[in-house]
């Protein structure tokens, strides 16, 4: 007979598995992993995250994770321990590796094995942050990257900016209050993004990604507010460390911590302590290149005014001498016009004196010219009136001889035309005539139509029953159809 096994509803389940998981552990143990997904819960105040065990070579995501809970009465108690301590700057954030003190459970309504969190050790977060700022560290200076970016040039006059910081944000404020009330032209080009958690260093990178390649813009700056010194981690990460160093153009940082140095600012091209610095240094290059054009503008006005003032004594000078040499010029220029007009004047004279007898002369001869071409002329047109009625008449007489003929010939075509026109209306007729079908009712034929009136010629296009009607040529017969032939 076999034996019986018992069987368990789920929350039974559920609970021996709790007590068992409980039973093989201390009360409460150490666990340490990276933080993922943080969240807060409003209402409750209640902390939940999941805690990774990533792979040493860093390439293959994580190879463990659980989830964890950090309850609201445990966290503000463990708040108040680190400020008893002395210990500021801590938050706890996605990404930071942590050392927590928690007790394993699982949650029977949803069959989920989790940890419920006492308490997290700074000191570990603070060493594995440090840990991870020296091994980026020693990667750059092993890649020669920490005078890379440093080495470019830096804009002269750097008014076109490539902007990486969360809009809204009180660093976005402080940055856009101090250049707009500069009074400079600065082009701001922002790339909004997260700086602060999971989505800090994909974001920054896309940024730097885009900015680099903007034609509008010379310099790029990544800025963000104070805070913890766990809120910095993303910028001691390697990828985004190398992207600022590697950026091919110049990089600027104001992270907002006063004591600690981000790796990312050790790599930029300058940084600074905040993001109100960083708008300073912006303000302070345009005002030395003010200063400069205002110092030049001043030295250039005083070369101009020296070189006029020389200018005018040269030119005053050049005048006194010249209106010597003028009116010296002007006298015996004045002597050789009047020696000059009195020889044009008799030269004129004696040539107007020759011009005019040769004139005399010429009109002389031109008038008798013209008195014999008139002569001669007169004669010829004298006799142009009796040939021109001559010729005339002769052309009027030809003229009509034509019309009269053309005249004769239009009226037999006429008459022609009229003759065949005449006789193809006669054909016409009587072909209509013999068409008509009263001319076939009288040579003893009928037509039979349907009931529409259509005319029938075919049986086919009948039906038996159909009223039809038969025209004569005198009076019309109403038959019904009853049989039919094809």
């Known amino acids: 007979m076999p034996l019986l096994m018992t069987c368990l509803s789920v929350s ?3 609970e021996l598995a709790r007590e068992s998981l409980q039973s093989c552990f201390e009360p409460e143990i150490w666990v340490k992993g990276e933080i993922h ?13 999941d805690l990774v065990e990533k792979s040493k070579s860093g390439l293959d995501g994580y190879i463990a994770k659980i989830s964890c809970a950090f309850f609201r009465g445990p966290y503000t108690k463990w708040r108040t321990n680190l400020a008893s301590m002395g210990i500021g700057g801590f938050e706890l954030n996605s990404g930071i590796e942590v050392k927590l003190k928690a007790r394993i459970d699982l949650f029977v309504k949803e069959g989920r094995y989790q940890l419920i969190v006492s308490e997290i050790d700074p000191s570990y977060t603070f060493g594995a942050i440090a840990k991870k ?31 990486i910081t969360s809009e809204g944000s009180a660093a976005f404020s402080d940055f856009m209050h101090i250049v707009r009330d500069s009074g400079y032209c600065f082009s701001i080009t922002l790339f909004d993004a997260h700086m602060q958690g999971d989505n800090t260093v994909p974001e920054v990178l896309r940024g730097i990604g885009i900015l680099q390649n903007h034609p509008n813009v010379d310099t790029i700056v990544i800025i963000r507010g104070g805070g913890a010194k766990t809120d910095l981690f993303s910028f001691d990460d390697s990828t985004l460390c190398k992207a600022v160093a590697l950026c091919p153009k110049p990089v600027v940082t104001g992270i907002g911590h006063e004591i600690d140095v981000s790796v990312a600012d050790l790599v930029a091209h300058t940084y600074c302590v905040t993001p109100t610095d960083v708008a300073r ?10 200063v400069f054009l205002e110092s ?35 006298v015996s220029a004045l002597s050789g016009l009047k020696d000059a007009a009195f020889r044009l004047h008799t030269a004129v004279a004696a040539d107007l004196a020759k011009a005019e007898h040769a ?14 071409a008139l002569t001669a002329q007169s004669r010829t047109l004298d006799g142009i009136p009796v040939r021109l009625a001559r010729d005339t008449h002769t052309r009027i007489r030809s003229s009509l001889q034509e019309i009269r003929h053309v005249q004769r010939g239009s009226q037999d075509h006429v008459h022609a035309l009229l003759e065949r026109g005449l006789q193809r209306l ?12 009263t001319e076939t009712l009288k040579r003893g034929y009928s037509i039979t139509m349907d009931s529409k009136g259509r005319a029938v010629t075919d049986s086919g296009s009948v039906r038996e029953g159909e009223c039809i009607t038969t025209r004569l040529l005198q009076g019309t017969l109403t038959s019904i159809v009853k049989d039919k032939e094809s």
Not at 150 to 160: E, R, S
Not at 281 to 290: P, Q
Not at 321 to 327: E, P, R, Y
Not at 426 to 437: C, F, K, R
């Open 12 to 14: 039974r389940l559920n």
């Open 37 to 49: 997904g943080l969240k807060l819960h409003a209402k409750s105040g209640h902390m939940y995250f």
């Open 133 to 163: 700022r020296e091994q980026t560290i020693r990667e750059l200076r092993a890649l020669n990257l920490f005078e890379k970016n440093k080495d470019l040039p830096f804009p002269a006059l750097p008014l076109n900016i490539g902007l």
């Open 281 to 290: 240094l912006y303000v302070a290059k345009a005002d030395e290149v003010s």
């Open 296 to 330: 030049a503008c001043r030295d250039i006005s005083y070369c101009c005014s020296d070189i006029w003032q020389k200018a005018k004594e040269r030119l005053r000078l050049s005048t006194a001498g010249l209106d010597h040499v003028s009116q010296r010029w002007m």
């Open 359 to 372: 004139v005399s002369q010429s009109v002389f001869i031109l008038k008798s010219s013209a008195n014999g």
């Open 426 to 437: 006669t054909h016409i007729d009587s072909y209509v005539s013999l068409m008509d079908p």
